[in-house]
């Protein structure tokens, strides 16, 4: 769904990357890139009409910085690339190459099967370092405006900026409306003498931006400014974007007479509804049909991409976007008398601007489904979920849901943390020579489901090796893989398989050492890091339990065995216990669980002190010693 889309019809979603000449030290510092120069010169000759100017000058400082020196920008049947030069210079400032828009690629290619959608692109390596990349360039734009380009001085990790400025005119009965975000700019607004309106802002010396473990993404740490127009002209339509509801209720006017059904699958549909007796077993039942019947296919076209392509197409071609399914389904719905609610959200925004509607902030539709006792959310692009089951990519996440009576945002329900859970039952037959056979029962629910789900469709081949990668045994062969899953609306993933390993404990004289748990192979505690920038964020809860049976063989008493610990703090809190049973049997549990949120920078050294020590108790060992 191209709802990202902020020049709808001439939208860039483009690398800006280009050079400059002399970067400034300070600028430096976590620096690969550094923008000298960005220029956005936009004049919208009326709502529906605009040409955008731009002009990017970049300088890439080493090898780690390389992606930013190529060009991509794309374009649709509402805009058109006018104009376009680039060219290279050294480190002395002497031109080394011309780059002309005849050698610019292009690409139809995207990331949606059926799209008007197409890509001018330049890909450039410097073969030596440092260069600076100017890119100069020109898009024409027409049949209407939803929303203005933003400004996005900064494109990437490790990328800063000299100087930027944006400029933007709009018609007299127009002026256009902006957010900033983690930027200290000034947005300066004023009418010209012909009455048009002027906006325009300017920014010096942005620092990079350093990736680092646990921290938000970077679509929420870039400094940037929202443009979009009080009033919008659009293929056609009229809208006005002065709130959500105003907003919403364009979007709903582009559903009108999208939910027609064809006789014969009106007939269908009362028909497989027949025996239900529950509004719930009737929508489980469409939403099943809908599964069987259809699939997802990623449409950018009609409106930008924002109107549903109409129910009846979709049952006819049997496939369709998150925008045409979840209608089809709202059609279907209606159809048996149940309501339904065409709801916009953002897989990536996890909240909106509450007083500040735009296009761009969502990228998504599902539907909401009201009930006496219950709300189900329906991600209609992939049915094979349970029904009602809230996935983490729209869990908690802010929404729009579209009625006749306009936009009202609302927020998605999600899972506590605890409920997020991971449970390995192991039994562990140790041989005297370090060998040893595992049986293992690994059970994942809700969202460690949703992340260990794609593995039932793997290959044989593949389901083995995505098992072992976890396992933290240097020889470790996984057999006799089978599954059991539950798509109930809290669903449940189990996994049964087998591990041999050659060398299970490592021998040195007469003593064995024997890991106290093989599962959290990954468990990553980061260090040198430097000193931290970014808040922590830890973007799901989960709770992890291992239970591990170890059968010694006969030949070996056990030595020593590792302490039991309790460890807490505001991240999480860990469990551990070893006992011994009749038989030679040590049992081992380890329960690890992790709250969700974000987290002062300042306890970073506090949250890697808590990962270490778990980690710790998950690399201990059981120290066995022979007998003989």
């Known amino acids: ?23 400034q030290t300070d600028l430096r510092a976590n620096a690969y890139s550094i923008v000298q120069d960005a220029v956005t010169d936009i ?34 049947r509402f805009s058109s690339l006018k104009k376009f030069s680039g060219e290279v210079r050294d480190a002395s400032g002497n031109v080394i190459r011309k780059i002309k828009k005849s050698e610019l690629k292009v690409t139809e290619y995207s990331d949606g099967l059926v799209s008007d959608d197409y890509y001018y692109f330049f890909e450039y390596t410097p073969s030596r370092y440092p260069v600076t990349i100017t890119y100069e360039w020109e898009i024409k734009n027409s049949d209407g ?3 203005y380009p933003g400004f996005f001085p900064q494109k990437n990790y490790n990328q800063a900026v000299a100087q930027a400025s944006y400029r933007i005119i709009t018609p007299a009965d127009n002026p256009c409306r902006y957010r900033t975000i983690h930027m200290q700019a000034e947005v300066n607004q004023q009418q010209m003498a012909n009455g048009n309106w002027l906006t325009e802002v300017k920014v010096q010396s942005l620092p990079a931006i350093k990736k680092e473990p646990y921290s938000p993404s970077l679509s929420e740490l870039l400094p940037r400014i929202y443009f979009t127009p009080r009033n919008f002209s659009f293929e056609g339509t009229k809208g006005n974007m002065d709130s959500w509801q105003a907003y919403g209720a364009w979007q709903y006017q582009l559903l009108n007479g999208r939910d027609q059904l064809p006789p014969a699958l009106k007939e269908e549909l009362q028909k497989r509804t027949a025996n239900c007796n529950t509004a719930h077993e009737k929508i489980a039942a469409v939403y099943q049909y809908l599964a069987s019947s259809t699939r997802y296919v990623s449409i950018q076209l009609g409106i930008g991409g924002l109107q549903p392509i109409a129910a009846a197409d979709v049952h006819r071609t049997g496939f369709g976007d998150c925008k045409g399914l979840s209608n089809y389904m709202r059609a279907m719905l209606t159809e048996l008398g149940i309501p339904s609610v065409y709801t916009v959200i953002s897989t990536t925004n996890k909240r909106l601007l ?10 998504h539709v599902i539907l909401q489904v009201p009930l006496p006792n219950d709300t189900l959310w329906l991600e209609c692009t992939n049915p094979t979920l349970p029904l009602g089951y809230v996935h983490h990519s729209i869990a908690g996440h802010d929404a729009l849901l579209v009625g006749p009576n306009g936009g009202t945002l609302c927020q998605l329900p999600t899972y506590a943390d605890s409920l997020n859970t991971q449970v390995n039952n192991a039994r562990v037959s140790l041989q005297p020579d370090g060998s040893a056979g595992v049986e293992v029962k690994q ?45 109930q609306k809290e669903p449940q993933l189990d996994i049964f398989y087998t591990i041999e390993s050659g060398q299970y404990g490592n021998k040195t004289g007469k003593r064995l050492f024997i890991p106290a748990n093989i599962f959290h192979k990954d468990f990553y505690s980061p260090n040198g890091q430097g000193e931290r920038t970014q808040v922590i964020q ?35 809190k860990f469990h551990s216990s070893i006992t011994l049973g009749e038989g030679r049997n040590v049992f081992i549990v380890h329960r690890l669980q992790v709250y969700q949120g974000n987290y002062p920078k300042e306890e970073y050294p506090d949250f890697l002190n808590f990962r270490k020590n778990v980690a710790t108790q998950y690399g201990a060992k059981i120290i066995l010693k022979r007998t003989e």
């Open 1 to 23: 769904m191209k709802m990202n889309r902020l020049f709808i019809g001439f939208l860039l979603q483009v690398v800006f990357y280009s050079g400059g000449l002399h970067a």
């Open 145 to 147: 405006l939803i929303g």
């Open 538 to 572: 830890i973007n799901y809860g989960y709770l992890d339990i291992d239970s591990i049976s170890i059968r010694l063989p006969e030949e070996y008493e056990i030595e020593s065995l590792p302490k039991t610990a309790d460890l807490e703090s505001k991240f999480g």
């Open 354 to 363: 509450a007083d500040f509607a735009s296009a761009n902030q969502n990228n």
């Open 443 to 487: 059970t994942s629910r809700l969202f460690q489901y949703e992340d260990m789900a794609s593995i039932i469709d793997q290959e044989p081949a593949r389901q083995k090796d995505w098992l072992r990668s976890d396992i933290n045994l240097i020889q470790a062969k996984v057999d006799a893989v089978r599954f059991n899953e539950s798509k």
């Open 43 to 76: 004049v919208c000759s009326s709502p529906t009409d605009a040409v955008q100017k731009e002009k990017r000058v970049i300088q890439i400082l080493n090898e780690k910085g390389k992606e930013d020196a190529s060009f991509i920008c794309m374009c649709d």
